[in-house]
């Protein structure tokens, strides 16, 4: 499992020109669910992300984590960030198949509904515009594969 988590002023996602998600000051989070990976792994690296303390504090530390500043999250689910370039065509056999990775990507929603209180998300499999601004510019990839 792929995390690229951007810390935002702002984010939203839109199918066929609507909006279906949105928060303010939080994280926009693409979501690669793998082909090992499972409901474990989706609870250690949504912990581990909700645990990142990457928001400024007083003293303009970044030392606050998501809940502390009253953060909200937008999870989208990108099976893209699984990408195997060695050639010049993509490739995505780590990629978990459509229906685990849909499975897996809606036990993450509803696990970190459990954690945060405003979780917003995509539409899994759909034609997603994302819009957002980014804070900092904060960007931090978490790899399932270093996550202790």
Partial sequence: ???VIQRVTHASVSVDGNIIG???KGYMVLIGIGRDDTEETVRKAADKMLKLRIFEDENGKTNLSLDQVGGGLLLISQFTLLADCSKNRPGFS?????D????????FV???????????KGEFGADMKVDFVNDGPVTIILDSATIN
Avoid: F
Avoid at 110 to 120: A, F, G, P, W
């Fill in 1 to 3: 499992m792929k995390l």
């Fill in 100 to 107: 685990v990775a849909e499975k897996l990507y809606d036990c």
């Fill in 94 to 98: 780590t990629a978990a198949p459509p």
């Fill in 22 to 24: 949105k928060i303010g």
């Fill in 110 to 120: 509803e696990y970190c509904k459990t954690r945060t209180e405003v979780v917003e």
